[in-house]
């Protein structure tokens, strides 16, 4: 399974970036892709993810409000769209591919891209 994350950066506080998750030859009808995020010297926490029959999860409610999962099947890419954000939401995301079901815990699952680094700067 390969994963390869983009469309990270630096933006400003209340600005938008929209993540990209590419997993060519993967197979969405089976496999939940997730998204994580680790910030230095804290552990990785889940994001977002979007089961294999396509039901979305998001499991922190103020990331709720602001950012929003999409896969897409056409290009086998599943997308996090964030907005409004804030020096909180700087790390490293990662994206994640598991059989089936959405995890919470990062351990469960087997296969991760290589991260993009979101900057947030007041």
């Known amino acids: 399974v390969q994963l390869v994350e983009s469309g990270g950066g630096l933006v400003q506080v209340g600005e938008s970036l929209r993540l990209s998750c590419a997993a060519p030859g993967l197979s969405f009808g089976a496999y939940a892709i997730g998204w994580f995020r680790q910030a230095p010297g804290k552990e990785r926490e889940g994001v977002s993810c979007v089961t294999s029959s396509g039901k979305t999860t998001y499991w922190s409610d103020s990331m709720k409000d602001r950012f929003t999962a999409v896969r897409d099947s056409a290009t086998n890419t599943v997308f996090l769209q964030m907005t409004r954000l804030e020096p909180r939401d700087t790390a490293t995301y990662f994206c994640?591919?598991?059989?089936?079901?959405?995890?919470?815990?990062?351990?469960?699952?087997?296969?991760w891209g290589q991260g993009t680094q979101v900057t947030v700067s007041s």
């Open positions: 994640a591919a598991v059989p089936r079901w959405c995890y919470a815990d990062a351990g469960a699952w087997d296969n």
